[in-house]
C-alpha cells in the first residue's frame, strides 16, 4: 500500500491536468526550475566570494574605519 505503481503515478498526473490546466502545472515547473537554478547560482557566487582576496581586502578596509570613527569622535570631546 505505501508505493505507488506507474498507473497510479499516470492517474495523477491527469487529475493535476484537469484541476490545473497544462499552462498553469507548465508554469509552476518553470517557476520550480529557475528558483533551482538561482539557488545554485547564488551559492556559487558566495563560494567564490568568500574565496576573493579582494573581497578579504575590502572587508579588512572596512573594518578599520568603523573601529576608527569611534575614537575620532572620542579624542575630539564632542
Same mark, same amino acid.
Given at each position: 500500500? &505505501?508505493?505507488? /505503481?506507474?498507473?497510479? *503515478?499516470?492517474?495523477?498526473?491527469?487529475?493535476?491536468?484537469?484541476?490545473?490546466? /497544462?499552462?498553469?502545472?507548465?508554469?509552476?515547473?518553470? &517557476?520550480? &526550475?529557475? &528558483? *533551482?537554478?538561482?539557488?545554485? $547560482? /547564488?551559492?556559487?557566487?558566495?563560494?567564490?566570494?568568500?574565496?576573493?582576496?579582494?573581497?578579504?581586502?575590502?572587508?579588512?578596509?572596512?573594518?578599520?574605519?568603523?573601529?576608527? $570613527?569611534?575614537?575620532?569622535? /572620542?579624542?575630539?570631546?564632542?
Amino acid at each position: 500500500m &505505501g508505493r505507488f /505503481g506507474m498507473t497510479e *503515478i499516470l492517474i495523477l498526473l491527469v487529475l493535476a491536468v484537469v484541476l490545473f490546466g /497544462g499552462s498553469r502545472i507548465a508554469g509552476i515547473g518553470k &517557476g520550480l &526550475g529557475d &528558483g *533551482i537554478r538561482n539557488f545554485k $547560482k /547564488g551559492l556559487k557566487d558566495d563560494e567564490e566570494d568568500e574565496d576573493s582576496p579582494k573581497l578579504r581586502e575590502a572587508e579588512k578596509a572596512n573594518f578599520e574605519k568603523v573601529s576608527e $570613527k569611534p575614537a575620532e569622535k /572620542g579624542a575630539s570631546g564632542k
